[in-house]
């Protein structure tokens, strides 16, 4: 599945959701995704690993499609190295 076929399932499957709970309310879901996330990764529990990850992105796609961020364009910024430093792989620290 690309970023853009994410973009298109969150955008159906969550759609009432989203517009419910606002772009704040996706923020803070995704903050309650990445707060899990630790205490997943301490476990042996893949499955879980797996679905807090989960989790996190549909809240980060459901986050960008509140501000209309397309977030494969977003995301081309990458493709010729760090944004940053502009180095493949990344020298930054
Ligand atoms: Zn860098």
């Avoid at 973009?7 to 995704?30: E, F, M, P, T």
């Avoid at 995704?33 to 807090?52: K, T």
């Avoid at 459901?62 to 081309?76: K, Q």
């Amino acid at each position: 599945m690309t970023l853009l076929q994410l973009q298109d399932l969150v955008a159906r499957l969550y759609a009432d959701r989203d517009v419910r709970r606002g772009v704040d309310g996706s923020i803070q879901s995704l903050a309650g995704g990445v707060q899990r996330l630790p205490a997943a990764l301490d476990g042996d529990d893949l499955e879980e690993q797996a679905r807090v990850l989960a989790d996190i992105m549909v809240d980060l796609t459901s986050v960008a499609i509140g501000l209309e961020v397309n977030l494969e364009e977003a995301t081309r910024l990458h493709i010729h190295g760090c944004p940053e430093c502009g180095n493949n792989p990344c020298d930054c620290n």
